[in-house]
């Protein structure tokens, strides 16, 4: 059986709003025998959904490829759905039956152009207030289809005839506003009826208008909220009518007092009303707000994604009542209540409680992080705020009545509607919970922005936290749409010498960071230009998003080539160095890994990446300019750091770690590097020293460099500084700190100390690529080739990993069992190659089943190799067995 499944359109399952750019379709292939390749393809394209009429038609194309599919060839019309389905053949001859049908549609055909008007309150916001707009809309024909198209200033909840348009929140999004601004598209035929229909609109600040950065800033982007829509039908009849925002839209207050990001939201239940009601309501003010910026939406939506039951209600010793969710998490808490009208109750979130298990927020700093809920007094009311997110685990409850009912609290969980693609299990149930965390910081991480943290006065797009967890992130999730939008806005954000800002989307001109003297262009930081883009490419095998983020990659590395007199060192500037690293003075935030070898390490990793992509996208004469500069780079880096006796003479770990993982050092002085990483690790009592630059390649570089037992020592590490020392102490995300919580209870200090940032959490890699050893090949990128070599150790068992690839599932299982021998199962998807090396294996030792594994079909080449036995691998289920040797 041959099965064309999982049909997806730009990433995405039935997208409807994308731009008129040609989309790229992909799909995976199911099939029962093993070494099954693509040897051709057909997609049809139509705009009915029986395929009545085709529009366009590959014709059996012979191809392997099946990802990334570009239509090219079709004409695309704007607001029109097209369906298309997709077949193909394999090396054996089989025929898969037509994929179930799937499709996408196209959103407006200029968005610059809109003819739509900026619509806002002006009287509304002064006084603090969401404001509400609505049209009424009459309707006196059978409607076939309806669609709305929507952005705002700010941020904008849609309503027709008293029901939410959607279910996105944050919409739309959070883009570098001043230069690209996102639409949504939403199919609302349903939603619609004959005669009067209303349709509304409610506008929050957001990150607009709202609180923003640690200073106590507000409007970031702008000063007022104001909304652009059109509601598009077409009728039965074949006439079509648009529905515009502009004259005849009518403004009034809502019951929302306040709302904000950070601060949370005010909400008074006696001030709502209908949006059909006749009070209060008076013209909505005209606008002019620009339009060029507009573009569809890019990212997946931000979505509820869970929902959480409290595990307790408590009295704090303080003689506070808090709620405990069992989990640091982002979203909102929702919750029922009876009471008397205008009875007022307050909810106040936190991540931990103090050493004296009192309610503790001092870490949230000036993030209010408050709701304030008036009742309406008529019954059991339900509430759930509207444009806020807290990052909290516990919430103190004030104002509630004594008989507080935990069922009537729900822990709502929002982020970025990206597929869960990774799993990883293993025996020992603190590195799971560690792995539980990595998970929990990107949840709380990846709501529209990768934020370095979801809850204090901050929650910013930090370029260097995404840098160092965008390859976790990408194996535990389908991170292509949200990196996409995000290097967009990275892009947009550049300087026009090419440096990067902090963070992205970057914040006004005037907001100082306090950081050096630019607020732009950190080393390891604005990395994330190059980083980025080539970890898609590797994942996913986006070559588009390289191409498109190509110029931005160059335009980085020559920005660090013009700093300072010397072109192959960047030994000047601002640099945040070894953020947190523990090994210059207590309380320090800088590591004492010199800044400069830091710099000088990342540039030569950028201009490698940079060239990298100057292969793939075919630029030849580029790609030699920067083999020559990477070499000369490397060169000065060497004379600049590496002593006469071969050893690098910044003796930190980070620094051995940054040279042996990029690269820089070879022969003997690379063996010495090693030695000295091992070294510096035993002296620290085999514990890390590293900090946010150093920590992410720590493990895989021990790996890598036959130290593989020594990463495990540190994996397992339980006390001060580890991953589990946290985990021991309770933590169900990443800290920002190795000492959040110190070994004696108390803090570090609160201007600084988030307990949901997943920089650390770049551990997350290694479990995958090394522990269950699934990697990508950048030759053959989005799992096209499979590498698999898992890397057991002292202290597992077992472990396993799956991941669901562009292509399919990828399995990769390894057990020690208690007879001395070695499973090992491995999955590789249909339509790819697996390339695996078993540890400690021996050639003629080895079965698949119960057969030599020489003799197993779809085993393409075995040899063996110094670390066990290399096989090369068809697609298909694998099961090798062999003798425990020296795992
Ligand atoms: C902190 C952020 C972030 C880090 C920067 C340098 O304010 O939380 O994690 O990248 O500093």
Redesign the pocket.
């Given at each position: 059986m041959l099965i064309v499944t999982k049909v997806r359109c730009e990433y995405k399952e039935n997208p409807i709003g994308i731009s008129l750019v040609a989309p790229r379709i992909s799909w995976q292939l199911l099939s029962d025998i093993r070494n099954c390749i693509q040897m051709a393809y057909r997609i049809q394209v139509s705009k009915n959904a029986d395929f009545h009429t085709i529009l366009w038609d590959t014709g059996t194309s012979t191809s392997s490829q099946s990802i990334h599919v570009q239509l090219t060839g079709l004409h695309l019309q704007p607001k029109l759905r097209y369906y298309y389905r997709v077949k193909v053949w394999d090396q054996s001859g089989a025929e898969s039956a037509w994929s179930s049908r799937a499709f996408f549609e196209t959103g407006l055909e200029n968005p610059q152009l809109w003819p739509a008007q900026w619509i806002c309150a002006p009287a509304v916001q002064d006084m603090g207030h969401s404001p509400r707009m609505r049209k009424f809309v009459n309707i006196d024909k059978a409607v076939r289809s309806a669609r709305i198209y929507a952005t705002a200033l700010g941020l904008y909840e849609l309503h027709l005839n008293n029901q939410r348009v959607g279910d996105q929140y944050f919409t739309p999004g959070w883009t570098s506003y001043g230069k690209r601004l996102q639409y949504q598209s939403y199919e609302v035929t349903d939603m619609l009826k004959k005669g009067s229909n209303v349709l509304g609109a409610l506008l929050g600040d957001g990150w607009y208008k709202g609180y923003l950065g640690?200073k106590n800033d507000k409007a970031m982007f702008g000063t007022r909220t104001a909304l652009l829509l059109e509601l598009y039908i077409q009728y039965e009849d074949g006439t079509e009518d648009q529905f515009m925002s502009g004259p005849g839209w009518e403004s009034s207050i809502s019951a929302i007092v306040s709302s904000d990001i950070y601060m949370g939201e005010i909400y008074d239940a006696r001030l709502e009303r209908e949006w059909t009601d006749s009070d209060g309501w008076i013209p909505a003010d005209i606008i002019h707000y620009r339009k060029d910026i507009i573009v569809a939406q890019e990212n997946v939506p931000v979505l509820q994604q869970e929902q959480l039951k409290p595990i307790a209600l408590f009295q704090t010793p303080q003689g506070d009542t808090v709620l405990d969710m069992g989990q640091n998490m982002v979203g909102w808490l929702r919750f029922a209540i009876q009471g008397s009208p205008g009875q007022k109750v307050e909810l106040e979130h936190a991540e931990i409680l103090d050493a004296e298990g009192n309610f503790y927020r001092d870490n949230i700093r000036n993030a209010a992080q408050r709701i304030v809920y008036t009742l309406r007094g008529n019954g059991l009311e339900q509430f759930e705020p509207h444009f806020t997110f807290q990052g909290f685990r516990y919430v103190r409850l004030t104002g509630f009545s004594d008989k507080i009912q935990l069922d009537h609290f729900i822990g709502v969980v929002l982020h970025s509607n990206m597929e869960r693609t990774g799993h990883f299990e293993c025996s020992s149930p603190l590195v799971n919970q560690l792995h539980h965390n990595i998970l929990w910081g990107q949840k709380g991480n990846f709501l529209d922005v990768p934020t370095?943290?979801p809850q204090r006065d901050?929650r910013?797009g930090?370029?260097?936290?995404a840098q160092m967890f965008v390859r976790t992130a990408s194996y535990l999730m389908n991170t292509a749409p949200f990196f996409t939008k995000w290097l967009r806005d990275l892009k947009a954000d550049q300087t026009a010498e090419g440096g990067v800002p902090?963070f992205i989307p970057n914040l006004k001109e005037s907001f100082s960071s306090g950081?050096g003297e630019t607020d732009h262009s950190?080393a390891a930081?604005g990395d994330a230009a190059t980083i980025c883009p080539w970890t898609m490419y590797e994942m996913y095998g986006d070559t588009l998003l390289l191409q498109e983020q190509y110029e931005s990659m160059k335009k980085w590395v020559s920005y660090i080539q013009e700093q300072g007199d010397n072109p192959y060192l960047w030994n000047t500037g601002f640099h945040?160095g070894d953020?947190l690293a523990l090994d210059s003075e207590p309380g320090s935030?800088v590591g004492s890994t010199d800044i400069a070898y830091i710099a000088t390490a990342f540039y030569a990793y950028s201009v490698s990446l940079t060239q990298k992509a100057a292969v793939v996208l075919g630029k030849t004469e580029d790609s030699e300019q920067y083999r020559s500069l990477h070499t000369k780079i490397v060169e000065a880096f060497q004379n600049e750091y590496v002593t006469a006796s071969g050893d690098i003479s910044i003796a930190t770990q980070t620094a051995q770690v940054l040279a042996l993982r990029f690269g820089l050092i070879q022969g003997s002085a690379r063996e010495r590097a090693i030695q000295k990483l091992e070294e510096l690790l035993h002296d620290a009592g085999d514990h890390l020293k590293t900090g946010?630059v150093g920590t992410p390649y720590l493990n895989p570089v021990l790996s890598e460099c036959g130290n593989n037992k020594l990463a495990y020592k540190l994996l397992f590490q339980k006390d001060y500084p580890s991953w589990l020392y946290q985990v021991t102490k309770g933590a169900t995300t990443v800290w920002?700190h190795w000492d959040g919580i110190k070994e004696d209870g108390s803090f570090w200090s609160a201007d600084?100390n988030?307990f949901n940032?997943y920089?650390y959490g770049a551990i997350g890699e290694w479990l995958y690529r090394y522990v269950a050893g699934i990697g990508p090949d950048e030759n053959n990128p989005g799992f096209k080739v499979v590498h698999i070599h898992p890397h057991p150790g002292p202290g597992l068992e077992w472990a396993e990993a799956s991941i669901k690839s562009m292509y399919g599932d990828i399995i990769s299982s390894w057990r020690k069992t208690t007879d001395h021998k070695m499973t090992v199962s491995i999955s590789v998807p249909a339509n790819t190659e697996g390339v695996v090396i078993l540890p400690g294996a021996q050639r003629t030792e080895l079965l698949e089943g119960v057969i030599p594994a020489e003799q197993a079909d779809g085993v393409k080449r075995i040899e063996a190799v110094e670390q066990g036995v290399r096989l090369v691998l068809g697609s298909g289920a694998y099961h090798f067995v062999y003798p425990q040797s020296h795992t």
């Open positions: 640690w370095d943290c901050e910013l930090w370029t260097g936290d902090f950081w950190s930081w945040f953020w935030y946010f920002e600084m988030s940032h920089a």
